[in-house]
């Protein structure tokens, strides 16, 4: 005799209701961990933003950035000092061997007035302590993670992790599809976990299998964000929208009527085949082109927002100006915040300029257009 196992049409709503609340929980709290993650990692190459060298340098270590190097020049703690004298001097202290006696004459009075309020072991442990020479010593390095550091933090993320599969995985069990794929889906999660745990300790040799790391997590959210949306579709669906069953009657006369309708609608498709032969290549071609300077210009735009500042003399700061006004006489718009210009060409056309020359550069090449104040020769006295 076929088992037959359950669905979630079999299940109560109280159930159901119970199994959403948790789903959705699980979803959230996994975007806040990845709101933490970007936190934790990002500027420890000393640029705005995550990038996969933020990764290399959390497990394989880097000899140009420490993270106290890029946290003070540009990054998040910048604006706590009170001058950049100060910063300057900690940079110093960081490129000129970081002894004990030069931290305690020139270095820990800095701290002290203006960080160790938030950084300090009493009040957020979960942040490096700066109150003594050990603890900053621990985000002035730029050695490799350790190797109880990462043991530490594996047991934790995979027994955490593992049982947050599990209840997601039950749940997931319920649905109603094919039964290879829902292995599949079920299976995924599991392995990217070991594979993304285990990947902490190749990149601390190899930083290639940062790659990994990213790859490896990646497949893991995805996967069970799949499970979390997949399992509250048919949760609800089925709730509210059940499976329509036809008798043998009703079922000959839905036939009967989709019948007519291909008879009506055959022709119709058959007259229009030439016209849409004729007509879709080119539309074709206007689709990819469309879709080529949308992504073109997202990707400006993203480099507009994640461009570390600029810095611009006086003189650029005027042929800047002169620039913008060139262009927004043309009929461009233009903007800048300090670390670039976004140009706007058109509605779908966007583009990003990361110096005063390439600004200038692509001015020259414009096609001349007259000043919309400026007046025709003709009508000059």
């Known amino acids: 005799m076929e088992k037959r196992c359950l669905r979630f049409q079999d299940i109560s709503v109280s159930e159901k209701m119970l199994y959403s609340l948790f789903l959705m929980t699980i979803g959230i709290g996994y975007l806040f961990a990845l709101t933490h993650m970007y936190y934790t990692h990002q500027m420890r190459d000393g640029k ?7 990764v290399m340098i959390a497990y394989y270590g880097s000899q140009d950035q420490t993270r106290l190097g890029s946290a003070i020049n540009g990054g998040p703690m910048e604006p706590n000092l009170k001058s950049a004298n100060d910063k300057e001097k900690i940079l110093v202290w960081l490129s000129t061997g970081k002894s004990k006696a030069d931290f305690e004459e020139d270095i820990a009075p800095i701290l002290n007035r203006d960080c160790t309020l938030c950084h300090n072991a009493e009040t957020n442990p979960g942040l490096p302590n700066l109150t003594n020479y050990e603890g900053v010593m621990e985000v002035a390095s730029s050695k490799a993670a350790s190797i109880p550091g990462l043991v530490k933090v594996s047991h934790i993320h995979l027994f955490g992790i593992a049982f947050i599969l599990l209840f997601v995985g039950r749940i997931f069990i319920y649905c109603r599809m094919n039964v290879t794929l829902k292995r599949v889906i079920v299976v995924i999660p599991f392995l990217s976990m070991l594979i993304d745990t285990l990947s902490w300790f190749v990149t601390r040799n190899n930083p290639s299998f940062a790659y990994v790391v990213v790859a490896s ?15 509250l579709f048919q949760m609800w669906v089925e709730t509210f929208h059940p499976r329509l069953y036809l008798s043998a009657n009703q079922q000959l006369l839905l036939k009967k009527i989709v019948i007519s309708f291909q008879q009506i609608v055959s022709p119709i498709v058959s007259s229009s085949k030439a016209c849409v032969l004729k007509f879709a290549p080119i539309i074709w071609q206007l689709l990819r082109v469309t879709a080529v300077q949308i992504s073109l210009s ?22 800047a100006r002169q620039c913008a006004q060139t262009l927004t006489e043309s009929g461009y718009s233009v903007w800048f915040a300090g670390n670039g210009w976004l140009v706007k060409e058109s ?17 020259q090449h414009l096609p001349y257009q007259q000043p919309a104040s400026a007046e025709p020769s003709e009508y000059k006295v």
């Open 298 to 319: 997202l990707y400006h735009a993203t480099q507009y927002q994640l461009h570390s500042k600029l810095t611009l003399t006086a003189e650029d700061q005027l042929k």
């Open 347 to 363: 509605l779908l056309t966007w583009l990003f300029f990361n110096s005063i020359d390439a600004l200038e550069h692509y001015i």
């Open 48 to 54: 705005p933003g995550m990038s996969i060298q933020d």
């Open 217 to 231: 997590g990646a497949l893991m959210g995805l996967s069970m964000g799949a499970q979390i949306v997949i399992s």
